[in-house]
Each structure stands twice: as C-alpha cells, then as structure tokens.
C-alpha cells in the first residue's frame, strides 16, 4: 500500500484538489487533459487518485439513518412568528444610510456656511466682534448645546427658543451689573432703560464666536434691549423678527403674539433662577465702558430688519441638520443590524 | 429513500405557502417529509444522535420561524433552505463545543444503534454486520474533521449537493468549497489508510 506521507503538504494539499475536482467532473478542459496524461504516466498519482476516489464512494454509501423520533411542532414549541421583519429591511433600505449620511452633510455643511456668514459678515447678522466676556459666551453655547442634541424635531423647536434664552439671559443679566432689577423687569413688561446698553453690550459680547444654534442668539441678544432682556431675548428668538433695540415694548409685543414666544413667560421665570445662580461668579467680569462707542458703531436699528430670512434659514438649516444627524445614526444601525 | 410522501392534494408548494400564513399543521406536513434528510445531515456532521436530534429540533423550529424568509430564492429548493438551517446550527453547536469542550466519551463512542437504518433489507445478516462496522469507522473519521471541512464534505458526499449549491449554504466563494472538500476528503482518506487493519477486508483501500 503506497504511503504520500513522505512528499510535502502543501504539494499533496495541491494534488489532492485536483484530483478531487477531477473527481467532480469541475475541471476545465484544458485541465483534466492535463491531468489524465498525467494520470497516465504517474503510478503514485493514479493510487492517490483512486484512494480518494474509494473514499468518496464509501462516504455516498454511508447508510442513510432514520429519524429516531417525530419532529413535528407544537404550538407552544414555536413563539408568535413575526411575518418577514428580518431579511426584509435590509434588502429594502441598503440605500438609505448612505443617501441620509450625504443630506446629512449637505445640510451641515450649508449650516455652517450660513453661520459663518452670520457671524463674520457685520452687515447680515451682526457680530463681528466679540471681545469679553468670554466666559459667558462659553456658557451660553455649553447651555444651549445641552438643549438643542437631545429632541426630535417638534421638541427641539420648542427647546431652541427658551433653551437658547435662558443662557443669554442669565449672563446678560450677570452681565448687567443690576441683578435685581433685571429680575424684576424681566417678569414684567419691558422697559426702555439705560440699562439697555449694559445689556446690548453683553448682548453683544456673548455669543462671540460660539452660537450653538446659530440663529436666535446673536439677534435676541441684541434685540434684548436692557429692561426686559429676558422676553426680548426669548421673542427675538423665537421669532426672530429683527426688532430694533430701541423698540422694546414692540418687540416683546409682536413677540408675544408669535407662537413659540408663548412659552417666553414661563421662560423668563427660569432665567431669573439661573441668573441669580450666575449672578455670583460673573459679575465683576464685564468692561461696561465701552458700550456706547460699540452701540453707535454697530449702527442699531438697521441690519435687524434684514437678519429674518437670514436667521430663518439658520433656523431651519441647524434644525435640520441635527435631524438628520439622528437619522442617519439610526439608519447606520439598522443597517449594521 | 425513507421519505413520508406528500399527498398528492397537498405538494410541497401550496404547504409552503400555507405555513407561510401560519399554518402549523402544514408546516408539519413538510417535517414528516424531510425529517429523515434533516436528522441524517445532522447526524452526519455531530456524530452522535443526541446532538443530532437537538439540531434537528431547533433547525425545524427555527425553519418554521422564518418561513416567510424563503422565497424561493436558492435555486434548488426548499430542502437546500432546509439543509442550510440545519447545517448552520450543527455548525454553531461545534463552534460551540470547541470553545467549551464537553469531555464526554460520545465524542469516541459511536452508538451502535444509531446506525441501523438500511436502504436494503436484501442484505445478508454478514453483509449487513459489515457496514454497520464500516459506517462506524468512517463516522469516526469524519469526526476528526474540523467544522467546516465536516459539513462540506457530508453536504457534497452524503446530501449529494453542488459546489455552488454549497457555497450558497455555507456562504463562502466556490473556491473555498472546493479546498474545503479536497482537504476533507483527502484527510479521511489518510485516515481510513491508517485504520487499514480494522477495516473489513474487501474495504482495505489498495
């Protein structure tokens, strides 16, 4: 009886798929004359072959065994069958993330570019400049952050008014060296006030660079005129209808007119816990000197009226992009699934 | 073959698409028709007829559960779609085995009575005696395979499917069905030279 243990493995590896695809009939033609001419002059070979060949024949020979009991399901035995969910959305929906990831970007990608517009262009929306306080600016972007990520969609409309206010508003009024009054003035109507500068300039300053939602901030800050900031800023906002500074009470009046703005109420009740909590660390942070100078350089009245479909559109593009952003994870997962 | 006929009234068809809907007793119909094919697979790859039978048993019931899921869309049939469930969950139980092995001597231990169904009753009581030992080694032998050369080798040489059939069951490219046969196959041929005493003589490979 021949031994092929002596050649190589990797060889008899080799020659035993041939053989084996022979065996098959899964030769190409060229192949199996080879091997046949081969098979002709190689004894070895040909034990090879024929050794596997009986194996081949002993395993289809192999006895068939019989099923040593029924198999036949009971009811209990299987669980309520669910029709196709498995399989189906897969094979369905294979376009969908990829395709929901590229809207994705798109739309991020124009959000950006509009805020930058928003922030770097003076003319559009406003604020070119933001000096101090920094840290306020922090803040109000770490606050409104926290807000805007966690909705859907009808809540992050709701939450990116009131969200976004209650950070302005606590640092505006930490900002405005007059926490108390602030306070006040915030639950009532407001009020032209010289502290309408303070809070303009803190207004101004806050934000900076970092607007977490892109729109409301900059314009409810500077539509925050001093007395009320907390309604302005909420109505400007919510709505963002560009009031100028000076008009206050006509802001806070076509505010409350609006439908987000309803909430402005109930939002500036909040602001006023918040502040009071801010009020402590910030307040000897703010150079208040200056704010006049900033307020006629930044030419009030004007830019507001032409920052709507501006800032509507960073409305609409944040909100749309932190929508897609959580589909497309979704749809990612489902896939992965 | 010892299949259970389908009626005539009922082909396999129409008790698809009935157990499609949820009907169970359709469903059953198919099990008596294919439990002999299934368990025999089963008992191919495991070896032993305990593993079989629970493979069998899951394999039907999970075939059940996702009934909708075929379509028709492997090219043989239902029964490919059948092997491929079963197969797949012999598969799982060795991985399974392999990470925590059993130490148990039906790992060696063949039980005879797993090996007595007979194509032909025509067999003389010696001629008989001589396959079932014959049987016996080549289970012993197949069990020395690992997983994936077992299944291919039983799904081509005992269930009789093609290389593209098995690559579509086992979800692997034509090539890699086509080495793990030869490896397969090559093996148990190395083993059986080796057994050459304990074989009966007229099976003594030359």
Not at chain 1, 123 to 133: C, K, Q, R, V, Y
Not at chain 2, 13 to 42: H, K, P, T, W
Not at chain 2, 151 to 168: C, H, K, M, P, R
Request: hydrophobic share 40%; glycine share 6%; proline share 8%.
């Amino acid at each position: 009886m021949l031994r092929l243990r002596g050649r190589k493995k990797s060889e008899q590896e080799r020659r035993d798929e041939l053989l084996s695809a022979y065996l098959d009939g899964e030769l190409g033609e060229g192949e199996r004359q080879r091997l046949e001419a081969r098979l002709a002059r190689d004894v070895p070979l040909r034990a090879e072959l024929r050794a596997l060949q009986q194996t081949v024949s002993l395993m289809r020979e192999l006895p068939e065994v019989a099923a040593p009991r029924n198999f036949i399901l009971s009811e209990s035995m299987v669980e309520q069958r669910q029709p196709a969910l498995k399989p189906e959305p897969r094979a369905r929906r294979t376009w969908a993330a990829p395709l929901l990831t590229a809207a994705t970007a798109v739309v991020s990608l124009l959000f950006v570019v509009v805020l930058a517009g928003d922030l770097l262009l003076p003319g559009i929306g406003g604020l070119a400049s933001a000096p101090e306080p920094m840290e306020q600016a922090q803040e109000i972007p770490e606050i409104a952050l926290q807000a805007a990520p966690t909705a859907d969609d009808a809540e992050i409309e709701r939450e990116s008014a009131p969200s976004g206010t209650p950070a302005p508003m606590p640092a505006a009024k930490a900002l405005g060296e007059e926490p108390d009054t602030a306070v006040e003035e915030a639950a009532e109507a407001p009020r032209e006030e010289p502290e309408i500068p303070v809070a303009e300039e803190a207004a101004e300053e806050i934000p900076a660079d970092e607007d977490p939602l892109g729109t409301g901030t900059p314009s409810a800050l500077t539509a925050a005129g001093g007395g009320g900031p907390t309604e302005e800023a909420v109505a400007g906002l919510a709505a963002p209808t560009a009031e100028p500074m000076l008009a206050p009470t006509v802001v806070s009046g076509a505010a409350l007119t609006s439908t987000i703005p309803a909430e402005a109420p109930a939002v500036a009740e909040e602001p006023a816990g918040e502040e009071l909590g801010l009020l402590e660390p910030t307040p000897g942070q703010i150079d208040v000197t200056p704010l006049a100078t900033q307020i006629e350089e930044r030419g009030v009245s004007g830019p507001r009226r032409r920052d709507l479909p501006w800032e509507l559109l960073e409305i609409g593009l944040g909100l749309t992009a932190v929508v897609l952003i959580f589909t497309t994870i979704q749809a990612w997962r489902v896939r992965r699934r | 073959m010892m299949q259970v006929a389908l009626r005539e009234d009922r082909d396999e068809e129409s008790l698809i698409a009935a157990a499609q809907r949820g009907n169970l007793d359709a469903f059953n119909e198919l099990v008596l028709a294919y439990q002999d094919q299934v368990y025999n697979l089963a008992y191919r790859i495991m070896g032993d007829p305990a593993s079989a039978s629970d493979a069998t048993q899951e394999a039907f019931i999970s075939a059940y559960e996702h009934i909708d899921g075929f379509r028709g869309k492997y090219p043989s049939s239902f029964k490919s779609w059948l092997m491929r469930i079963v197969s797949n969950a012999c598969y799982d139980e060795l991985r399974r085995r392999k990470r925590h092995p059993v130490t148990s001597i039906e790992d060696f231990e063949l039980d005879e009575e797993a090996n007595p169904a007979l194509v032909s009753d025509t067999e003389g009581p010696e001629a008989h005696a001589e396959r079932q030992e014959m049987a016996r080694v080549m289970q012993t032998g197949i069990q020395t395979l690992p997983a994936d050369q077992r299944i291919t080798l039983v799904l081509s040489d005992v269930q009789g499917f093609s290389y593209q059939e098995i690559a579509e069951m086992t979800d692997v490219p034509l090539g890699t069905v086509k080495s793990r046969l030869a490896r397969a196959r090559g093996k148990l041929r190395d083993y059986l030279q080796d057994q050459g005493e304990l074989l009966p003589v007229q099976y003594r490979l030359a």
